[in-house]
């Protein structure tokens, strides 16, 4: 159990940490970034789709093609076709590297998706040349080193320029320019982009593609919120593309007052339950190591105890026996008295050893009942009677009162037996100067109720609940001087358990006590047809509210 509290405090203390460290401000700035990064290489790596082909295309083909018609090869035609029908781009031109369009003012191919070739244009927009002259910028520092076929630039937004290279010999062998389509861009591409990585999310994250060289806000992902610089956190850009864009975020206040209120009060709350639940662990621990040293001291001292009970007898009979067997006793009487001697000792030693068999059975569980009915006013009459000798050299004179009817029990007859003889040997041995013993039956709708009252030493309130356990007993002046074993009890109890009843005691310290036993009442309708003659003409003990003196 201690574990499990532990366990659940530590579980606990790390989601709090983490809690706290996932609602954070800077953590969420942190993911945020992150997610730009992302969004922004994805984008990148859509338009890098087409250098990626030519990449790939075979280079020789292409020097041959490009030297000697100053054209691309067919087979790139596909390519070609798929960049046409792309709303992203707006135009695809190309010229070889021998050509200087831009500067002669000659004209250059364009390629044209309904014809599936290239034509000749002697009008095109300035910025195919713009792009050709950055790539060409670009390439010359470069091209000296340059092991690859292509090598993309951007003009910013306008224009994505692919100059193609023959590594070998270290040279250029054309330009194939794509016009952006600007509207689409921004208006159709990024905005569903953003929508889609960049949700409203109630406002927490505002993300805007803002142009610097212009200061406008391009796009965003929240309309509401002003573009302001104060409120900017995050600032990017797409890499090596769209130079005059910068992608700006700003996570709004994330967590409320109010919600750490919450947070904090509801893991107060687990706190102080997984305490309280680790206090109740170790009251229980102490309980339990408490109890088991109780019982190991009670069991020490029940072994020194036995060991002198067993002892006694022995000694006393081995000393009869001597004083016999060498022929020291020789009067009849003397003799008597030895063998008397020797035969309450050999009984005392007896009934010792079969109760801590009864205990040794009833913790191994070998001890079955074997019910039976019992006429239980039969049977108290007759326990008394046999008692009463002893009884009455004890000073007690046992009252009787039996409760009239069916008193039937369903029950092990030799329990029945012990556990009033029991019950009737401590009232004996538990009462001092007032002698009083009387035995009750009753019966009620399915038991059959039989109690045992003195008015002796009574049992402190305080060891009432303990007396039915093995090896207790009061600690009294009484009780010390009393012979004892703390067992009697336990017996008591486990046998009315394993017949289906239940014992219960009302007691007084120095006033007297009243153990009730109750066992199943048997089947009346057989056990009315079983009555022995002896229980019909009971009578003269039993009385239905009047109490008989035996
Ligand atoms: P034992 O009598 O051998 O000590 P029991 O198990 O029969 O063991 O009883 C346990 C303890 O309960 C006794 O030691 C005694 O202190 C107390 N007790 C039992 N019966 C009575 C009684 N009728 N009156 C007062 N105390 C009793």
Redesign the pocket.
């Known amino acids: 159990m201690a574990l499990i509290a532990l366990m659940g405090i530590t579980y606990m203390n790390i989601h709090y940490v983490n809690q706290v460290r996932e609602s954070t401000k800077e953590s969420i700035i942190e993911k945020k970034r992150e997610q730009i990064r992302t969004f922004a290489n994805q984008v990148r790596s859509r338009f890098l789709d087409v250098p990626r082909e030519i990449w790939n295309a075979d280079i020789e083909e292409l020097k041959t093609s490009i030297d000697k018609s100053g054209q691309l090869p067919e087979s790139l035609n596909p390519l070609l076709q798929k960049i046409a029908s792309d709303s992203l781009y707006s135009g695809i031109y190309f010229h070889s590297a021998e050509t200087t369009p831009c500067e002669s003012g000659t004209g250059t191919w364009e390629f044209s998706k309904e014809l599936n070739r290239f034509v000749w244009v002697n009008a095109f927009p300035d910025v195919v040349c713009d792009g050709m002259s950055l790539a060409r910028t670009r390439m010359k520092v470069l091209l000296s080193e340059y092991k690859w076929n292509t090598k993309t630039t951007f003009d910013t937004h306008r224009s994505m320029n692919i100059a193609i290279v023959y590594p070998n010999e270290h040279r250029i062998l054309g330009y194939l320019v794509v016009l952006i389509n600007y509207d689409y861009l921004l208006d159709n591409y990024l905005k569903k982009e953003i929508e889609s990585v960049f949700p409203t999310e109630s406002g927490l994250f505002t993300i805007w593609i803002h142009d610097w060289v212009t200061n406008r806000v391009l796009l965003t992902n929240n309309a509401n919120e002003t573009f302001e610089r104060d409120k900017i956190q995050i600032v990017d850009r797409f890499p090596g593309l769209f130079d005059n864009w910068n992608i700006v975020g700003s996570v709004n206040s994330t967590v409320s007052a109010s919600d750490v209120e919450v947070q904090t009060t509801k893991n107060l709350i687990i706190l102080a339950l997984t305490v309280a639940l680790l206090l109740t662990s170790l009251v229980f621990i102490i309980y339990s190591a408490q109890k088991e040293q109780e019982i190991s001291i009670r069991q020490s001292e029940f072994l020194s105890n036995v060991t002198h009970e067993l002892k006694t007898p022995l000694a006393v009979i081995q000393a009869a026996g001597e004083n016999i067997k060498d022929g020291r006793v020789k009067n009849p009487e003397r003799l008597h008295y030895y063998g008397k001697h020797i035969y309450d000792e050999a009984i005392r030693l007896k009934t010792m050893i079969e109760r801590l068999l009864d205990v040794a059975r009833f913790d191994s569980n070998q001890i079955k009942a074997s019910p039976q009915q019992i006429f239980v006013n039969q049977k108290i009459e007759e326990i008394i009677e046999r008692e009463l000798p002893f009884l009455q050299s004890k000073g007690f004179e046992p009252q009787l009162s039996l409760g009239a009817g069916n008193l039937t029990a369903w029950a092990d007859l030799g329990h029945f037996e012990t556990i009033l003889t ?2 009737i040997e ?2 004996v ?3 001092s100067d007032r002698k009083f013993l009387k035995i009750s039956s009753a019966v009620t709708s399915t038991m059959v109720q039989i109690s ?1 009252e ?1 008015h ?4 402190p309130k305080s ?1 009432i609940p303990h ?2 356990e093995k090896f ?3 600690e ?1 002046t ?2 010390a001087h ?11 109890k486990q046998m009315v358990n394993i017949n289906g009843g239940k014992i219960r005691v009302e ?1 007084e310290y120095e006033k ?2 009243i ?1 009730t036993f109750e066992l199943p009442l048997a089947d009346n309708r057989t056990s009315s047809q079983k009555k022995t003659r002896k229980e019909q003409t009971q009578a003269h003990y039993v009385t239905n509210t009047a109490e008989s003196v035996v």
């Open positions: 029991n019950l401590n009232s041995k538990y009462s045992v003195d002796g030493n009574g049992i060891s007396i039915f207790y007993r009061v009294d009484l009780t009393t012979k004892g074993h703390g067992l009697g009890l336990s017996i008591v007691s007297g006590s153990f």
